[in-house]
């Protein structure tokens, strides 16, 4: 199981599927390891963080590890924490900012590198690309929707805005992530992380 996990990520590290529609071109960004316990399903890298090569290098990482609670080096601890957007390259930037993960590197990738991730015991879904493929059960069509809706996949799964600063103006229109749902975040993550 080591040495497929091995040849797996050394397959996704090299991956060149979209290479000719990426604009800066391939650079999979992603944090896994099987002893993990919180996957954190997000959307795809920004420009700053292609150029770092780490996950959430942002204000966006800034924001969410104060959601989870958490420093840095609690989240960049692979054993504790996997970090896998839905597109692992930073895919460019549209008419209303970054575009959309790119397709392709979910169908191809995705499933198979969640077959590692076995004590996974909370997953934080961020965004409506990753609403869509981890919460395809849900009846709720509005990423708004979906995370008010929260209580009912907890404590498995928690669907999430984006942390990105662009989202300010629905946090400040939703007070009650901050007043509710945060809190009960950072207690269960914190839960999680101490039996890991």
């Keep these: ?115 590692h991730l076995s004590n996974i015991r909370l997953t934080l879904v961020i965004g409506q690309f990753a609403h869509a493929y981890h919460l395809h059960d849900s009846p709720y069509t509005t990423v708004t929707e979906t995370v008010q809706a929260w209580k009912e996949f907890w404590p498995e799964r928690l669907p999430l805005p984006h942390p990105s600063p662009r989202n300010n103006g629905w946090l400040k229109r939703n007070p009650w992530f901050a007043t509710s749902l945060l809190p009960a975040l950072r207690k269960h993550v914190q839960a999680v992380l101490r039996t890991t």
């Excluded at 993990?36 to 969410?64: C, M, T, W, Y």
């Excluded at 104060?66 to 930037?93: E, Q, S």
């Design 1 to 115: 199981m080591k040495n497929a996990l091995s040849l797996l990520l050394r397959d996704v590290h090299t991956c060149t599927i979209c290479e000719s529609d990426l604009p800066l071109g391939p650079h999979p960004i992603f944090q896994l390891h099987p002893k993990a316990s919180i996957l954190i399903a997000g959307q795809a890298p920004g420009k700053k963080v292609h150029e770092s090569g780490i996950p959430f290098n942002d204000p966006s990482g800034d924001r969410l590890r104060d959601w989870l609670g958490v420093n840095r080096a609690t989240f960049y601890d692979a054993r504790k924490i996997a970090i896998l957007p839905m597109g692992f390259c930073y895919p460019g930037t549209g008419k209303a900012g970054d575009r959309p993960p790119r397709h392709e590197c979910a169908a191809t990738w995705r499933a198979p590198l969640l077959t």
